[in-house]
């Protein structure tokens, strides 16, 4: 079985920080990326950021230069860290993993979802 175990989420002013924290536990073969998605109210789930394992980032157009993602260190963890965040970033952020298992074999997997509130 894998999971994926968000924290860091929370109510934050305009132009503040948070941090997202994403670790993977399991029976984990490789990871060949992760990454963050977020999804408002009435709006569709988008990416935010994702880091492969060779270390390739992409990123959202509305979060390039304000938003960070790192990680693949030996604890199977990607960070998010959210900087000059904004009320428009208020959504629900979920973390995803393309990984294998040796049972499964190569599939995507989700976190349950860390809800950020950015508000005054």
């Known amino acids: 079985q894998v999971q994926l175990v968000e924290s860091g989420g929370g109510l934050v002013q305009p132009g503040g920080s948070l941090r997202l924290s994403c670790a993977a536990s399991g029976t984990i073969f490789s990871i060949y990326a992760m990454g963050w998605y977020r999804q408002a109210p009435g709006k569709q789930r988008e990416l935010v950021a994702a880091?492969?394992?060779?270390?390739?980032?992409n990123y959202a157009d509305s979060v390039k230069g304000r938003f960070s993602i790192s990680g693949f260190n030996a604890k199977n963890t990607v960070y998010l860290q959210m900087n000059s965040l904004k009320p428009e970033d208020t959504a629900v952020y979920y973390c995803?993993?393309?990984?294998?298992?040796?049972?499964?074999?190569?599939?995507?997997?989700w976190g349950q979802g860390t809800q950020v509130t950015v508000s005054s």
């Open positions: 880091i492969t394992s060779g270390g390739s980032t």
């Open positions: 995803n993993a393309d990984l294998r298992t040796i049972v499964v074999g190569r599939k995507d997997y």
